[in-house]
């Protein structure tokens, strides 16, 4: 039958919604396919854990306990073995570092095709075509397999959570897979997550990002007190990155993370063509800048025109009276 295989993340319980993303789009290109979706979890998975991936289509997931998670190389040895034996067409990832290093790994070791940094996958003649940026985002292209198995890597966040609407709850088999002597060379000592002020910034549905205007380090104070009050996290630019105002793991863009929140506010961003791929998918994009003719207000859906330093302690108290009341 010939299913799409996806790997589904873990952690704390839970599946990160960029897996969750990449199973729902596996389970809507499979029916379109005539065809089923898959999932490989590993570690110590729960059984209820791992059959909710049917809430987003999947019918089956294998859970291979002999593999650890957040490690590639098992994952690599487990999703393997599950394409050989059930002859599955194509293997989806949500992307990011992790997705990243085990699909170029599987693409190597089943001598298949990959494409990476996809924002979207489509059927045509029965067949799936990857759909993605090139040239620093200034032209899309489509990518068509010639062999089979392809492996899909997606840009982080690329694809939308949806939930099937029977809710059924996947088969869940066990597998043993044999690893491979190199693919346990490398153990998991510590897992560290570089989180928000409360929130992941990839999982957050409020993001409040600053950018120059901000002025300076310190200014990133305005943007963490009203992600406090919104009960966001805060994001950045690349330029305020290098400046040393702000961490790396909060940049956003190119070469930063991809976001789609359901609330992106920029503060003091200009909307770098760098930057915007890395947001452009959040559901309500808000933009203060003090110049009018700022090229982020060309895809916000509310913008304001002012001084940061004056709207943002406003909003910031509008927004904890409001909550308070
Ligand atoms: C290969 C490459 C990769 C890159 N990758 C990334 C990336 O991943 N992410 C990224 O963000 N950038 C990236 N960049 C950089 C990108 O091109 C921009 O330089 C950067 O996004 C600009 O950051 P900014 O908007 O903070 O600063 P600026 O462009 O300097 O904009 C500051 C804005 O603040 C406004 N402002 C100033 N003072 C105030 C005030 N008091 N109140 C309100 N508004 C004010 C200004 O009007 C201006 O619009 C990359 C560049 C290259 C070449």
Redesign the pocket.
């Known amino acids: 039958m010939s299913a799409i295989l996806v790997y589904a993340l873990h952690y704390d319980g839970a599946f990160n919604k960029n897996s969750l993303g990449a199973v729902s789009e596996a389970s809507r290109l499979a029916a379109e396919l005539g065809s089923e979706a898959h999932a490989v979890v590993v570690g110590d998975a729960s059984d209820e854990l791992a059959a909710s991936l049917g809430n987003y289509g999947a019918t089956r997931v294998f859970r291979a306990r002999s593999a650890p998670e957040g490690l590639a190389q098992p994952v690599v040895d487990v999703m393997a073995k599950v394409m050989d034996d059930g002859g599955h067409r194509y293997a989806l990832f949500g992307g990011g570092l992790l997705g990243f290093e085990i699909g170029a790994g599987l693409t190597a070791r089943l001598h298949a095709g990959v494409t990476m940094e996809v924002t979207e996958v489509k059927v045509q003649d029965g067949k799936l075509v990857a759909v993605r940026p090139i040239l620093?985002d200034s032209a899309i292209v489509d990518s068509g397999y010639v062999n089979e198995p392809g492996i899909i890597i997606g840009r982080l966040n690329a694809f939308e959570i949806s939930e099937a609407a029977d809710g059924a709850s996947a088969e869940v088999e066990t597998l043993d897979v044999q690893l491979s002597e190199w693919s346990t060379k490398a153990r998991m000592v510590q897992r560290g997550e570089q989180r928000g002020e409360q929130v992941n910034i990839e999982d957050a549905k409020v993001l409040v990002a600053?950018?120059?205007?901000?002025?300076k380090a310190e200014g990133f104070q305005l943007a963490e007190d009203l992600a406090g009050a919104l009960g966001g996290a805060v994001a950045?630019?690349?330029?305020?990155?290098d400046a040393g105002w702000y961490s790396y793991s909060a940049?956003?863009?190119?070469?930063?993370k991809t976001v789609a929140p359901k609330l992106y506010l920029a503060?003091?961003?200009?909307?770098?063509?760098?930057?915007k791929?890395?947001m452009q998918a959040s559901e309500n994009i808000v933009a203060?800048?003090?110049?009018p003719n700022?090229?982020?207000f060309e895809f916000s859906d509310l913008g304001i025109v002012?001084?940061?330093?004056k709207?943002m302690p406003k909003l910031t108290a509008a927004v904890k009276a409001r909550k308070g009341a």
Do not use: E, F, M, Y
């Open positions: 620093q600053g950018g120059r205007g901000l002025g950045a630019t690349r330029a305020v990155v940049q956003i863009g190119q070469t930063g503060a003091g961003i200009s909307g770098a063509i760098q930057h791929v890395g203060i800048n003090k110049d700022a090229p982020i002012g001084d940061l330093n709207i």
